[in-house]
T-cell receptor, first 117, second 119 residues
Framework: EPEVTQTPSHQVTQMGQEVILRCVPI?????FYWYRQILGQKVEFLVS????????KSEIFDDQFSVERPDGSNFTLKIRSTKLEDSAMYFC???????????????FGNGTRLTVT | AQSVTQLDSHVSVSEGTPVLLRCNYS??????LFWYVQHPNKGLQLLLK??????LVKGINGFEAEFKKSETSFHLTKPSAHMSDAAEYFC?????????????????FGKGTKLSVIP
């Protein structure tokens, strides 16, 4: 079964550094997402991406965050200047488009655990 | 606004006994509801989904959930727990009010219930 893959599985970085989290969505999917889960808290929506542009973003997704689909397969999340509070598990997800298919599920990757020191 | 409440942060059952993981939601309209499971060091895997068809939904690995509109509940059950069921389970809702029309949408997650299975 096709999977969403994320690399690296764990990233440690110093405060103020830039990090790029990478994702390869399922190949025939057209919608891409980033969610995050701070330890002990809920999984939160960050951003959705379709047709090479952001569709929606949450208030968490401020100017330090950006997303990109640099080629036909990768989908990246960049955090420009990391803060301690960015430490979390970041999940990439993708979904296929079938017109408006209500409840079309998201397929999630295994996540990247980001630790900011 | 939509929200999801998972009533238990941790549930412990003996192998072979029934599992009940509770979820209540609030939503402006008829929502779509999902249960996802996360095994240690793994991603979020879809267990089952409710999208206004049958109220009793069957999922993978013997799990099922019943949508009860009058109780605003979507509890997850399994008749007999297996050791491999030990994981964290998330109840998730999509509220059509938040649907942007562009085909993308936001999921609202519950805080999760950690299921332990005792041999």
């Amino acid at each position: 079964e096709p999977e969403v893959t994320q690399t690296p599985s764990h990233q440690v970085t110093q405060m103020g550094q830039e990090v790029i989290l990478r994702c390869v969505p399922i190949s025939n999917h057209l919608y891409f997402y980033w969610y995050r889960q701070i330890l002990g808290q809920k999984v939160e929506f960050l951003v959705s991406f379709y047709n090479n542009e952001i569709s929606e973003k949450s208030e968490i997704f401020d100017d330090q965050f950006s997303v990109e689909r640099p080629d036909g397969s990768n989908f990246t999340l960049k955090i420009r200047s990391t803060k301690l509070e960015d430490s979390a598990m970041y999940f990439c997800a993708s979904s296929e488009e079938q017109g408006f298919v209500w409840g079309s599920p998201l397929h999630f990757g295994n996540g990247t655990r980001l630790t900011v020191t | 606004a939509q929200s999801v409440t998972q009533l238990d942060s941790h549930v412990s059952v003996s192998e072979g006994t029934p599992v009940l993981l509770r979820c209540n939601y609030s939503s402006s309209y008829s929502p779509s509801l999902f249960w996802y499971v996360q095994h240690p060091n793994k991603g979020l895997q879809l267990l089952l989904k409710y999208t206004s068809a049958a109220t009793l939904v069957k999922g993978i690995n013997g799990f099922e959930a019943e949508f009860k509109k009058s109780e605003t509940s979507f509890h997850l059950t399994k008749p007999s727990a297996h050791m491999s069921d030990a994981a964290e389970y998330f109840c998730v809702v999509i509220d059509p009010v938040l649907y942007s029309g562009a085909g993308s949408y936001q999921l609202t997650f519950g805080k999760g219930t950690k299921l332990s299975v005792i041999p």
